[in-house]
């Protein structure tokens, strides 16, 4: 099984995969959050109310793809307090999900 870290190195943030034998060709694919965002409501059955919403994306990507055969190490952004980051590979482009990790503020 493949093994996904995010460390703290000087002051940057790094992804680290772990190399695997016979590994299945993989996607890397990132994703920035927030933990929690409340919303004021201003229509429907919840108008005049204030809800909190929970590991609101702000943005994902595509960060490279992986053979599986190499340590591959990858520069993340740094995350605001508030805020999170979650790495994660996939078989494919769209398979099961190989290995994930998170870092949180």
Known sequence: MATIEIVEMGG?????????ADAPEAT???ATYTKEQKVDIERGENA??????????????KV????????D???LPQPGPGEGIALWLQSGESGPVIAAAKYER
């Open 28 to 30: 890397l694919y990132m």
């Open 48 to 61: 005049g109310k204030k809800l909190a919403y929970h590991n609101v994306v702000g943005m994902l990507s």
């Open 73 to 75: 190490e990858v520069d």
């Open 64 to 71: 490279q793809d992986w053979s599986g055969e190499t340590m």
């Open 12 to 20: 940057a943030l790094k992804g680290k995969i772990e190399p695997i």
